[in-house]
């Protein structure tokens, strides 16, 4: 795969270069020696400005591999080439098989950007420091359990762009591999880049195999596509389409409730998007989760949608409970219970085909039932009743108050969050403790992803009083002052030092 990919019209962040890196922020193109753009021949070809530094990425040892782009950064790589080189060198190298655990490598990009852009300028490029070592722990897991690696496309089986999409979709309805990787490519090139999404995001909200994760990898891979560009997306879709397909050694079909929310979305009327916001129906169906079946919760959403109540109080139940699941047993389950939300979510958002969005709508209060009963937890806290009159100050010492308490009574500190910002506290202001918190105490992958879903839907409420709970249900997984330093971190925080200097 080594033409050229068209160029697309594509909506890009306004963030994607890192704005005030003082001295490199600037986006440019890394030319490399022949010898370093060579690869073995059974795998994908990147772009010829980026293959270099994939390359090197690949081949520099762990233990000297942040040294190594400390020389490149200060020779003048940009922000926006490290982390693009970093999230495809992860396409290309980690098998996306189950989409999970060591593929993290790939699923905590755009988290990792997510955190880096909205921290000081002499943080920003922390996140991407330890996603670097992050990723040589992957490659190296790949590689004792196969060495997997991206292939080349069939360039043979290629359909025309006519009918590509149609092959595509076709392929994936019948858990074609062969036939969706040669299908997406000749999508990704005869299409736009919203027109190539729409068959993925359908594809992803159909399957709640691996805990959630096909969602989350299709919403990472577009939003980070938005940073480093759409001219590197046909590698990126293809690992997509083969991750979707995982089946996970069971048979051939969704999990969860796809299949009556088809029938369900063909019930929601043509105004179903015009209601009204309303809160009572959020905690109604906030109480309803609490114990009804996936198919129930579904059918629900339809009864409420044909009784005018907004979309946006659904997707506030949504969260409100995947958030009370985290207050209840903190862990895996309970993170992608949240981290999954956000993706339909944002899928719901990034969509333009109406039957997809009502499934992304429908999935994500689906899922929740499915997500509860493997927590099973007998803790019976109920997000919605948390009394907010802790006796706390809105002064930004209490942040530091709320960070101490974490590690030691993390009840106490949610108390103190909802109280805090139910009176008028910083939600910035905390937002950049957690976030430097992780950036120095982080060590696991899902520290980025779950803190970057939840401060983002803690924004996006449509009704701005539950912000403060979703806040408070956060500090059930963030790390506080009580959890050491990570040693990485420290590497990491003194090879930024070197670059900023």
């Known amino acids: 795969m080594d033409r050229g990919y068209p160029r697309r019209d594509f909506l890009r962040s306004a963030s994607i270069a890192g704005a005030g890196l003082a001295g490199w922020e600037r986006i440019q193109g890394r030319a490399g020696a022949a010898e370093e753009a060579k690869i073995r021949p059974e795998m994908v070809r990147l772009r010829p400005e980026i293959e270099p530094v994939v390359r090197w990425i690949e081949e520099t040892p762990r233990e000297g591999v942040f040294e190594k782009a400390v020389a490149e950064l200060k020779a003048g790589l940009s922000y926006r080439s490290l982390l693009g080189s970093l999230f495809l060198a992860g396409v290309r190298n980690i098998q996306p098989r189950p989409v999970g655990f060591k593929f993290h490598a790939v699923l905590v990009m755009n988290s990792a950007h997510f955190l880096g852009q909205s921290s000081p300028a002499s943080e920003r490029l922390l996140p991407l420091f330890w996603a670097l070592d992050n990723f040589k722990s992957s490659q190296a897991k790949d590689v004792a359990e196969g060495d997997w690696s991206l292939g080349a496309v069939d360039e043979a089986r290629v359909p025309r762009p006519h009918r590509a999409k149609e092959d595509f979709v076709r392929a994936m309805e019948a858990w074609d591999v062969d036939g969706a990787d040669v299908a997406i490519a000749g999508l990704c090139r005869g299409s736009g880049a919203a027109e190539t999404?729409?068959?993925?995001?359908?594809?992803?909200v159909?399957?709640?195999?691996?805990?959630?994760?096909?969602?989350?990898?299709a919403a990472q891979s577009w939003r980070t596509l938005q940073a480093i560009g759409w001219e590197h997306a046909e590698p990126v879709l293809r690992c997509l389409a083969y991750g979707l397909l995982d089946l996970g050694g069971s048979k051939p079909g969704p999990v969860g409730p796809y299949e009556e929310n088809l029938r369900n979305a063909a019930k929601i009327g043509p105004d179903w998007q015009a209601g009204r916001p309303d809160p009572a129906a959020t905690v109604a169906l906030l109480a309803m989760l609490r114990e009804a079946t996936p198919e129930a919760a579904s059918a629900e959403v339809v009864k409420l949608l044909g009784q005018g109540v907004a979309p946006g109080s659904i997707w506030d139940a949504a969260l409100l409970f995947s958030s009370e699941l985290m207050m209840r047993n903190p862990g895996i389950i309970a993170i992608h219970a949240t981290t999954s939300a956000n993706a339909l979510h944002f899928i719901f958002g990034a969509s333009g085909d109406d039957t997809t969005r009502k499934l992304a709508l429908l999935q994500a209060i689906g899922w929740q039932p499915l997500y509860r009963e493997r927590i099973k937890s007998p803790n019976p806290v109920v997000i919605d009743a948390m009394p907010d009159d802790?006796?706390?100050?809105?002064?930004?010492?209490?942040?530091?108050?709320?960070?101490?308490?974490v590690g030691q009574d993390k009840a106490k500190a949610a108390s103190e969050t909802l109280a805090y910002l139910s009176r008028g506290g910083s939600a910035d202001a905390l937002f950049q403790v957690a976030s430097r918190m992780i950036m120095h105490k982080g060590t696991d992958s899902h520290d980025y992803k779950y803190s970057a879903a939840v401060w983002e839907e803690s924004l996006n409420t449509t009704d701005p009083k539950w912000r403060p709970r979703l806040a408070a249900a956060a500090m059930y997984n963030l790390p506080g002052t009580q959890r050491p330093n990570s040693p990485l971190m420290k590497r990491a925080r003194e090879a930024v030092a070197s670059v900023m200097g």
Do not use: C, N, V, Y
């Open 197 to 204: 999404m729409e068959p993925l995001w359908r594809m992803a």
């Open 206 to 217: 159909r399957d709640q195999r691996d805990i959630g994760h096909k969602a989350i990898f």
């Open 390 to 405: 802790a006796a706390i100050s809105t002064e930004p010492a209490s942040i530091e108050r709320i960070f101490d308490a």
